[in-house]
Protein backbone atom coordinates (compact mmCIF):
# COMPACT_ATOMS: atom_id res chain seq x y z
CA UNK A 1 0.00 0.00 0.00
CA UNK A 2 1.44 3.28 -0.86
CA UNK A 3 1.44 6.69 1.03
CA UNK A 4 -1.25 7.94 -1.12
CA UNK A 5 -3.72 4.91 -0.49
CA UNK A 6 -2.76 4.97 3.16
CA UNK A 7 -3.14 8.94 3.78
CA UNK A 8 -6.71 8.03 1.80
CA UNK A 9 -8.17 4.81 3.53
CA UNK A 10 -11.32 5.42 4.18
CA UNK A 11 -12.17 8.61 2.69
CA UNK A 12 -15.39 9.04 0.60
CA UNK A 13 -16.96 11.86 -1.31
CA UNK A 14 -20.42 12.43 -0.57
CA UNK A 15 -23.16 12.29 -3.21
CA UNK A 16 -25.69 15.27 -3.98
CA UNK A 17 -27.94 11.83 -4.68
CA UNK A 18 -27.98 9.67 -1.52
CA UNK A 19 -29.70 6.66 -2.06
CA UNK A 20 -31.71 4.86 0.86
CA UNK A 21 -32.87 1.59 2.25
CA UNK A 22 -36.43 0.39 2.57
CA UNK A 23 -36.86 0.40 6.57
CA UNK A 24 -33.84 2.69 6.89
CA UNK A 25 -34.37 5.44 9.41
CA UNK A 26 -33.04 8.78 8.72
CA UNK A 27 -33.24 12.31 10.40
CA UNK A 28 -33.99 15.21 8.05
CA UNK A 29 -35.25 19.16 7.89
CA UNK A 30 -39.05 18.86 6.32
CA UNK A 31 -38.16 20.97 2.94
CA UNK A 32 -41.91 21.53 1.76
CA UNK A 33 -45.25 20.94 2.97
CA UNK A 34 -48.54 21.17 0.90
CA UNK A 35 -51.75 19.24 0.46
CA UNK A 36 -50.68 16.10 -0.32
CA UNK A 37 -48.18 15.90 3.01
CA UNK A 38 -44.45 16.73 3.21
CA UNK A 39 -41.33 16.85 1.23
CA UNK A 40 -38.24 15.92 2.47
CA UNK A 41 -34.98 16.75 0.58
CA UNK A 42 -31.25 15.18 1.06
CA UNK A 43 -29.34 16.86 -1.54
CA UNK A 44 -30.96 16.16 -4.95
CA UNK A 45 -32.80 13.15 -3.47
CA UNK A 46 -36.63 13.90 -1.71
CA UNK A 47 -38.54 11.64 0.65
CA UNK A 48 -42.01 12.01 0.09
CA UNK A 49 -43.99 11.81 3.43
CA UNK A 50 -47.68 11.51 3.35
CA UNK A 51 -49.44 12.29 6.55
CA UNK A 52 -47.17 14.82 7.71
CA UNK A 53 -49.33 15.60 11.46
CA UNK A 54 -47.70 18.31 12.89
CA UNK A 55 -44.78 18.55 11.41
CA UNK A 56 -43.87 22.33 9.69
CA UNK A 57 -41.37 23.45 7.46
CA UNK A 58 -37.74 23.51 8.55
CA UNK A 59 -38.74 21.10 11.42
CA UNK A 60 -35.99 18.33 11.98
CA UNK A 61 -37.94 15.12 11.99
CA UNK A 62 -37.07 11.30 11.91
CA UNK A 63 -38.91 9.29 9.24
CA UNK A 64 -38.61 5.37 8.09
CA UNK A 65 -38.10 5.06 4.36
CA UNK A 66 -40.56 2.95 2.49
CA UNK A 67 -39.30 2.79 -0.92
CA UNK A 68 -37.03 4.58 -2.69
CA UNK A 69 -36.56 4.85 -7.06
CA UNK A 70 -32.85 5.03 -7.12
CA UNK A 71 -33.02 5.84 -11.02
CA UNK A 72 -35.35 9.00 -9.93
CA UNK A 73 -34.43 9.28 -6.92
CA UNK A 74 -37.74 9.92 -5.17
CA UNK A 75 -38.76 7.91 -2.19
CA UNK A 76 -41.67 7.48 0.09
CA UNK A 77 -41.94 7.26 4.02
CA UNK A 78 -43.59 7.36 7.02
CA UNK A 79 -42.85 9.96 10.20
CA UNK A 80 -41.19 8.44 12.86
CA UNK A 81 -40.70 11.48 15.23
CA UNK A 82 -41.04 15.44 14.48
CA UNK A 83 -37.93 16.84 16.56
CA UNK A 84 -38.81 20.32 15.73
CA UNK A 85 -36.61 23.23 13.86
CA UNK A 86 -34.17 23.26 17.04
CA UNK A 87 -33.80 19.31 17.02
Not at 58 to 87: A, I, M, Q
Amino acid sequence: MSRLDKLLAGWTFRTATPEFEADEVITAFVSERNGSGLSIRVGDSTIRVADGKDAAVEDKVRLKVTSFDTDSHVGTGELVEVLGPEG
